[in-house]
């Protein structure tokens, strides 16, 4: 095995099964990797083969996993030409790099049109053909599909999701309204905004941080405008 030779006790059933016994491989993964099994077979009248018969199995009990993405998951994103993931193996054999999978899925459910590329090593991307476009018309949560597969033969299915939003917010009310000529005294501005699908309007600029300062057009009137307050 991958620490070298196991200890075993070795049995039979009389006439031609024998049997090996040890303890138990653990399942944490410090026993995981490739065993070799020796056997030189031979009969009661002396004939036996020269060299040993060899025979190779994989212990795996920790599946290979991924370590980062880009866009990360639940992240959200406003421009995007590409996917990837970056595999960790835990066989001790390697990532197989070529059978391991990565897609991107639009918010319908079907995969976005693109080709993998890989670095030969553990990271595979999805590069986008064309890259998403910027109007606000593809916006939505997008999952990013990944097959790991390591060279024992172990894979496993990832699917994490992120969301893609390019449109930008705006205005639907503002009180007082446009234009509209103000006698009495106020003391609150109102607006009110929409996003869409999108990621949410950022309410940073009304956090305390910023101001309203009057300054006047011409003569006769005044607009309000915004101002970072020091």
Same mark, same amino acid.
């Given at each position: 095995?991958?620490?070298?030779?196991?200890?075993?006790?070795?049995?039979?059933?009389?006439?031609?099964?024998?049997?090996?016994?040890?303890?138990? @491989?653990?399942? /944490? $993964?410090?026993? !995981? &990797?490739? %065993?070799? #099994?020796?056997?030189?077979?031979?009969?009661?009248? =002396?004939?036996k083969y020269q060299s040993p018969v060899l025979?190779?199995?994989?212990?795996?009990?920790?599946?290979?996993?991924?370590?980062?993405?880009?866009?990360?998951?639940?992240?959200?994103?406003?421009?995007?030409?590409?996917?990837?993931?970056?595999?960790?193996?835990?066989?001790?054999?390697?990532?197989?790099?070529?059978?391991?999978?990565?897609?991107?899925?639009?918010?319908?459910?079907?995969?976005?049109?693109?080709?993998?590329?890989?670095?030969?090593?553990?990271?595979?991307?999805?590069?986008?053909?064309?890259? @998403?476009?910027? /109007? $606000?018309?593809? !916006? &939505?949560? %997008?999952? #990013?599909?990944v097959l790991a597969v390591d060279k024992a =033969?172990?894979?496993?299915?990832?699917?994490?999701?992120?969301?893609?939003?390019?449109?930008?917010?705006?205005?639907?009310?503002?009180?007082?309204?446009?234009?509209e000529a103000i006698y009495e005294p106020i003391?609150?501005?109102?607006?009110?905004?929409?996003?869409?699908?999108?990621?949410?309007?950022?309410?940073?600029?009304?956090?305390?941080?910023?101001?309203?300062?009057?300054?006047?057009?011409?003569?006769?009137?005044?607009?309000?405008?915004?101002?970072?307050?020091?």
């Amino acid at each position: 095995g991958p620490k070298g030779t196991i200890g075993a006790n070795k049995a039979d059933d009389g006439k031609n099964t024998i049997y090996l016994n040890f303890k138990a @491989l653990k399942v /944490d $993964g410090s026993d !995981d &990797g490739a %065993y070799r #099994i020796e056997v030189i077979p031979q009969d009661l009248a =002396g004939n036996k083969y020269q060299s040993p018969v060899l025979f190779e199995f994989f212990y795996i009990t920790q599946k290979p996993e991924i370590i980062s993405t880009s866009p990360e998951e639940k992240t959200f994103v406003s421009q995007l030409n590409q996917v990837s993931a970056v595999l960790e193996d835990h066989s001790g054999e390697g990532i197989d790099i070529k059978q391991s999978t990565i897609r991107l899925i639009a918010p319908d459910g079907k995969t976005v049109s693109g080709r993998q590329t890989d670095d030969r090593n553990v990271t595979i991307r999805w590069i986008l053909e064309p890259p @998403l476009p910027t /109007d $606000g018309t593809a !916006d &939505g949560e %997008y999952t #990013i599909s990944v097959l790991a597969v390591d060279k024992a =033969g172990s894979q496993a299915t990832y699917q994490l999701k992120f969301f893609y939003d390019s449109g930008i917010p705006k205005i639907t009310k503002i009180s007082p309204a446009d234009s509209e000529a103000i006698y009495e005294p106020i003391s609150k501005i109102t607006i009110t905004l929409t996003d869409g699908t999108g990621s949410g309007v950022d309410l940073a600029i009304l956090d305390g941080e910023a101001a309203l300062a009057a300054q006047p057009d011409d003569a006769d009137d005044w607009r309000l405008t915004s101002r970072n307050s020091s």
